[in-house]
């Protein structure tokens, strides 16, 4: 049965999913899994004014793993209350779901739940920070999207609550590497079973913009360009054109992130979905990500899927 793996935290900003989810879980004909990571308790101080009393009696030891436990069952037992009442109202609208909760760093809990029960997708809200502020504080969606193999639909959590989410448009990112390409089965699938129009897009770097003395010979270069691309994109969509799907075709030149954002804006798409190489560390730091450039800038729902070698 096909799984769609739900991580939420009990806060506001992750609900803001939950038009996504249950429109993916009608799309895909999925099962929904819901999953609340509750943190390890965290060990309390101890004085070291109490060490000798410690040496001779642990006393202090035994209370507080004592406590640490019943916070750790308080916390789970909260946690599983919250997940019930949002599957009672899943289940109300017809859906399947099932819940769980486990202990553990959130991301590693999601990863670990989406491997083990082989999800089609994780569906996550995401209150994209970006700059210092994201590199210091960290992002558990940031780190899922690193570290899993599963396709992440990620939504930003900006003003209310959407009361429900269709997809009529689809944003196709294309690069002209096989890379990219991968994103493609998963993108024409929906497609297909939502009757979504998709646009295959592929930024150009204008010459003139590159490190490189071309002169009079950029603007010659960039038609050139223009017309390979053009040439490459028509030829992926008639291949999907001849399996009944809507596509179409968009050229342009700029910076990448930039235009896929402006792009999917203009058309009103309601959803992006790239290929994303899950560079993490000093290199994502100083050679970016297109990907991660749009998954901190656009309002539009994401869906990143990472390519197999």
């Known amino acids: 049965m096909t799984t769609i793996l739900v991580p939420l935290d009990g806060s506001p900003l992750a609900e803001h999913a939950l038009p996504h989810v ?9 099962r929904l899994h819901l999953l609340r990571a509750v943190p390890e308790p965290v060990p309390e101080p101890v004085l070291i004014e109490a060490m000798p009393a410690l040496s001779r009696l642990e006393v202090l030891p ?8 019943t916070a750790a069952h308080e916390a789970c037992a909260h946690a599983e209350g919250y997940l019930f009442s949002q599957v009672a109202r899943l289940r109300g609208r017809g859906l399947r779901a099932t819940t769980e909760v486990s202990i553990g760093r959130a991301d590693e809990e999601i990863v670990a739940a989406a491997q083990h029960m082989h999800a089609r997708m994780i569906v996550m809200a995401t209150h994209g920070w970006s700059g210092l502020r994201r590199w210091a504080l960290g992002s558990v969606a940031d780190r899922v999207v690193r ?15 959407a009361q429900e989410w269709t997809m009529r448009r689809i944003v196709v990112p294309l690069d002209g590497s096989y890379e990219a390409q991968q994103a493609l089965p998963l993108a024409c699938d929906l497609a297909e079973r939502t009757n979504a129009a998709l646009l295959f897009v592929r930024v150009l770097t204008p010459m003139l913009d590159l490190d490189i003395e071309w002169g009079a010979m950029a603007p010659e270069f960039d038609v050139q360009q223009r017309a390979n691309a053009q040439q490459e994109l028509q030829v992926l969509a008639n291949e999907y054109r001849a399996q009944g799907l809507h596509v179409r075709t968009l050229v342009t030149f700029g910076y990448p992130a930039e235009e896929i954002i402006t792009t999917a804006t203009r058309h009103n798409a309601d959803l992006i979905v790239m290929a994303t190489h899950g560079y993490s560390g000093l290199q994502r730091l100083v050679l970016g990500s297109v990907a991660d450039k749009v998954l901190h800038a656009t309002s539009t729902p994401l869906l990143l899927v990472r390519p197999t070698v």
């Open 22 to 30: 249950r429109a993916m879980a009608q799309i895909l004909d999925a």
């Open 62 to 69: 035994q209370e507080q793993h004592a406590r640490q436990r």
């Open 147 to 161: 570290t899993s193999t599963t396709p992440v639909l990620l939504v930003r959590a900006t003003g209310d609550i």
